[in-house]
């Protein structure tokens, strides 16, 4: 188990777009992996994706906690504390 905060309290809020990445689909881009907000439900792309999109969203509101939003994946990581979960 962790010790980090942010995942132990972390919440399970619904994608607010199910379909892909928020950004992505905005602008076009396409993605490689997907990751979900587990503060707000933002989905946002991988920094294996040219967006980047997930790690903007943590730098742009801070919410620490990000999950796989791949099937069969259940990870979870802490963009404060470099943990995974």
Known sequence: MTDCEHLTGAGDPSP???????????????????????????IGCCDSSP????????RETGHPVIASFEPGEAWRWCFVD????
Do not use: I, Q, Y
């Open 82 to 85: 470099e943990t995974l979960g």
């Open 51 to 58: 967006g980047r999109h997930s790690t903007a969203h943590f």
């Open 16 to 42: 607010r777009t199910p379909e892909g990445c928020e950004e992505c689909l905005r602008t076009g881009m396409r993605w490689v992996h997907l990751r979900r907000c587990l503060d707000c439900g933002h």
